[in-house]
């Protein structure tokens, strides 16, 4: 499996980014899709997670702010955010979670940064 994220930039306190990530290399619907972010010298956090039946979950930190969608035609899944703020900066990384074997698979990052 390979992924493949994009769509990271520098924006301002309470503008909108959104985030592609695109998968390759095994059957799209048999992953759940994630998208995680890290701080330096903090761990991974979990952001939000869809899967091929269409549940969505977010973590508190996003809810109401960040939208989380798959495309099962095109196999990909992007993270709209919205209202950004300056705790909203990291490094945003894309993972597929297989569902048969609960493999992670990770993408290579993407930096946002919320300037104020």
């Known amino acids: 499996v390979q992924l493949q994220a994009s769509g990271g930039g520098l924006v301002q306190v309470g503008e909108s980014l959104k985030l592609s990530c695109a998968f390759s290399?095994?059957?799209?619907?048999?992953?759940?899709m994630n998208w995680y972010r890290q701080t330096p010298g903090k761990q991974r956090e979990w952001l939000a997670a869809?899967?091929?039946?269409?549940?969505?979950n977010y973590a508190d930190s996003v809810t109401g702010r960040f939208i989380i969608s798959r495309d099962d035609v095109k196999n990909t899944v992007s993270l709209q955010m919205n209202s950004l703020k300056p705790d909203d900066t990291a490094v945003y990384y894309c993972?597929?979670?297989?569902?048969?074997?609960?493999?992670?698979?990770w993408g290579q990052g993407t930096q946002v940064t919320v300037s104020s």
């Open positions: 993972n597929a979670k297989s569902r048969r074997t609960n493999r992670d698979t």
């Open positions: 290399g095994d059957i799209f619907s048999s992953y759940v």
């Open positions: 869809a899967t091929i039946h269409g549940i969505v």
